[in-house]
């Protein structure tokens, strides 16, 4: 007789989520720890966009929406794509998160065998969504300086090669792809014939760069009028000069909804389609009454977040800085430095838990286990404490 184990499929057990489950097994142990691990904002959904659910369950949009999403919040992000990518990216794709953008992304598109090339450290999801769908992931190792190698990358391409995927702010590093980088990217692109797929879901979140060195002022860093958000450029974007992009951003970060389960997609018609029909068998639509509540957040100005998050990267990396080797990021609200001594991340982690903060190992996004991430989506004071913690066991 089979045992209830016996009637898994290779596919489920071929996934490994061992690095991140002993990590939150460590974690149920600590007793309020000073939790730099979270992936997500500590701000809370904007008011205007709880009152919009509120009022969108009260008025009766409890029912499915059609497989695409509500017409109106596809036409508003069509609008806004295509001013900022300077042409018209058609029909939008309301997708249950970025996570489902992306299943629906590799889903439609990789077949068993089938590479995708992305760059290590990377988000988890990637290599596993890929093994789910048969396919094969192929990290390209970016270390030390997290940057898109062009030649490294161009090294792994064969004829089995079908996707690249960005990510750009990077999700664990918080390093943005300059516009030249992205260039290079779309070079191998056309010259290979890939199609890219750019997950951009920590795109609000960039930040001024000091230019020539010069630090900014504290006031002006303070100050969250928009003199000091026009410094910020708009991301580089591989749909700028590709059309067959797929760019995927979402709600969950920019407007701290990760519980809502909202993003979206675009690309090529052909694509979308196919990604709109599995979605019909599997997601079915993304919540109804949070579709229009994203319509009700896009009206929000976040850029005093935004603000928010610069001074915390700021405050994380002077800190670090001083004792540990450490990229500076221009996005998203990590920060990803290598452990002290030559030790393994794993190991230092445990170090650092063991003084009650939580960090995260870098194998947990990673070939290697040299380096740990840092979420510095905290209050100031908690991630000053953390890492100067961080800081006296280096
Ligand atoms: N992409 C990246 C790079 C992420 O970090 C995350 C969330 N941590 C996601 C996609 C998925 O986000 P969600 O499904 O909540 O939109």
């Known amino acids: 007789m089979r045992s209830p184990a016996d009637f898994i499929a290779t596919r489920a057990s071929g996934v490994d989520a061992s690095g991140i489950r002993k990590v939150f097994d460590l974690a149920a142990k600590m007793k309020d720890p000073i939790n730099l691990s979270i992936g997500l904002p500590d701000f809370d959904v904007p008011d205007p966009a709880k009152q919009a659910a509120i009022e969108a369950i009260q008025t009766g949009q409890n029912r499915y929406t059609q497989t695409q999403g509500i017409a109106p919040l596809r036409e508003r992000l069509r609008k806004d794509l295509s001013a900022e990518i300077g042409r018209d990216v058609g029909d939008v794709l309301i997708t249950s998160g970025v996570s489902g953008g992306l299943f629906l992304a590799i889903l439609a598109t990789i077949n068993p065998g089938d590479e995708a090339i992305f760059l290590d450290p990377y988000f988890v999801m990637y290599k596993h969504l890929l093994t789910l769908a048969g396919g094969k992931a192929i990290p ?55 199609l890219m797929v750019s997950d951009e879901i920590y795109e609000p979140f960039l930040y001024a760069k000091d230019e020539g060195g010069r630090m900014k002022d504290e006031s002006e860093k303070k100050s969250s009028d928009s003199s000091f958000i026009l410094h910020h450029s708009s991301l580089p974007s591989a749909a700028k000069s590709y059309d067959r992009t797929i760019i995927l951003r979402g709600f969950s970060k920019s407007h701290a909804m990760t519980g809502w389960r909202l993003g979206y997609a675009v690309g090529p018609e052909a694509i979308i389609a196919q990604m709109t029909k599995l979605q019909q068998y599997t997601y079915v639509c993304a919540p109804s009454p949070l579709q229009y509540a994203a319509l009700a957040a896009l009206d929000v100005d976040m850029s005093a977040a935004v603000a928010a998050y610069e001074i915390k990267r700021d405050i994380a990396f002077d800190t670090l800085s001083k004792k540990f080797e450490v990229v500076k990021p221009d996005g998203a609200f990590y920060i990803f430095p290598k452990s002290p001594g030559g030790a393994t991340a794993s190991a230092f982690v445990e170090r650092a838990i063991a003084k009650n903060v939580l960090i995260i190992p870098g194998n947990v996004f990673s070939e290697k286990d040299t380096h740990f991430r840092i979420s510095y989506a905290t209050t100031d004071e908690r991630l000053r404490q953390g890492c100067e913690i961080l800081n006296s066991l280096a």
């Open 140 to 194: 390209i190792d970016s270390y030390p300086d997290f940057r898109f190698h062009p030649d490294r990358v161009e090294a792994a391409i064969t004829p089995r090669t079908k996707l690249l995927i960005l990510n750009s702010p990077s999700n664990p590093t918080g390093v943005v792809m300059t516009q030249q980088e992205v260039n290079a990217a779309v070079s191998l692109a056309k010259k290979h014939d890939l």
